[in-house]
Every structure is written in C-alpha cells, then in structure tokens.
C-alpha cells in the first residue's frame, strides 16, 4: 500500500501540463547540438524536422525531466562515446527500457544522439587541430577506422572533413566573425 505522501509525489512526477524547462545548462546544449546538426545535414534535417520529433517534446513530465537530465549529462560527459547498456544501467532501466523512454521523450534514439556528439566532438577536434589525422581522430574518439570518420562527416556535415578544412582555413583568412548581440536568437530546438 503506497502512503498518501508518497502518492501525491508520485502523481507530481507524472504530471502532463507544460513545464518550465530552463534554458541553460544541460538543456541548452541539447538545443544547440540539436540546432547546429540541422544546419550542417540536409540527413539531420530530414530526422530532426520530422513530425514525432517534434511531438517527442511535447508531452515531457517532471519524472521525464529527471531521466533526460540524467541520461544527456552522461552522453555528453562521454562525448557520445559509451556503451548504450551502461547508460541504461546508470538510468536504473534496462536496455530495452532506456532506448524506448529516450526515443519517444527526445525522439530519435540514444544510438544516433550518440553519433550526433561523437560528430561534434570530432568536429572539434578538427576545428581545434586543423593537423589531427584521421587515423588519430579514429582511435582517440571511439571511431573504427578512417572510413568510418569520413562516412560520419559525410552524414552529419555533408561533406568530406578535406572539404570540410578548406572551408575552415577560407573563413579564417577572412578574419573572425564578430556576432551582432541584437540578432541573437534562441535555437530553434530550445525545449
């Protein structure tokens, strides 16, 4: 038999109404991940700009809340790079569990929001070493082989990481980007 406390904050915990999620944090990153994946990618766009991804957070509860906190801060810790059984673990869920709960709150599934943060991370790593092999790349960020690091940013950024580093190197002989703070918007996945 539940206690009447434990009851009522159970029920707070599976509320439906909308939520007040806040806008930094764990949360903002996600909408930037989500909002920088749809720029570079017609394949992301077509993911991402699809009608029960957009529903998928529409319906977030406060116990949603708690486990999504959870699970991205450990994706992202990671860098995408961990075993999606050790997540559910560390979710208190099993496997099976974790991948449906996640796919239906975010939308698409932990596997390919792992493949989204072991992008950036490479594409940081790019960015931030514009000598890094791709051999290095590879072993250093969880990926099998070569092929596989040029397969991933054909995928996610639509072209080669050779392209890729030519148009790097282009936009920093212009000189740097100096944003204008009145235009600054939210992204466009902002939760």
Same mark, same amino acid.
């Given at each position: ?9 159970? &029920?707070?915990? #599976? ?7 806040? &806008? ?13 994946? $749809? ?22 509860? *406060?116990? *949603? ?11 992202? #810790?990671?860098?995408?790079? =961990?075993?999606?059984? #050790? ?61 596989? $690091?040029?397969? #991933? ?12 580093? $030519? ?9 740097? =980007? ?12 902002? $939760?």
């Amino acid at each position: 038999m539940i206690a009447l406390g434990e009851k009522m904050r159970w &029920r707070t915990m #599976e509320r439906t109404m909308p939520l007040a999620v806040p &806008r930094d944090g764990i949360w903002l990153g996600l909408a930037h991940t989500l909002e920088g994946t $749809v720029r570079r990618s017609p394949y992301a766009r077509q993911i991402l700009g699809s009608q029960p991804f957009n529903d998928a957070r529409t319906r977030w509860t *406060d116990a *949603d809340l708690m486990f999504l906190r959870s699970a991205l801060e450990r994706l992202y #810790e990671a860098r995408g790079h =961990i075993r999606m059984h #050790e997540l559910a673990a560390d979710c208190a869920l099993s496997l099976r569990q974790f991948e449906r709960r996640f796919k239906q709150r975010i939308g698409l599934s932990p596997k390919m929001f792992a493949r989204i943060l072991r992008f950036e991370a490479l594409l940081d790593a790019f960015i931030r070493e514009p000598a890094f092999s791709f051999a290095d790349a590879a072993s250093r960020l969880g990926f099998h082989d070569q092929a596989h $690091v040029i397969h #991933e940013f054909k995928t996610w950024a639509g072209c080669t990481p050779t392209a890729f580093l $030519v148009r790097a190197k282009q936009r920093k002989m212009q000189g740097p =980007i100096v944003p204008d703070l009145r235009h600054a918007m939210m992204p466009l996945y902002m $939760v």
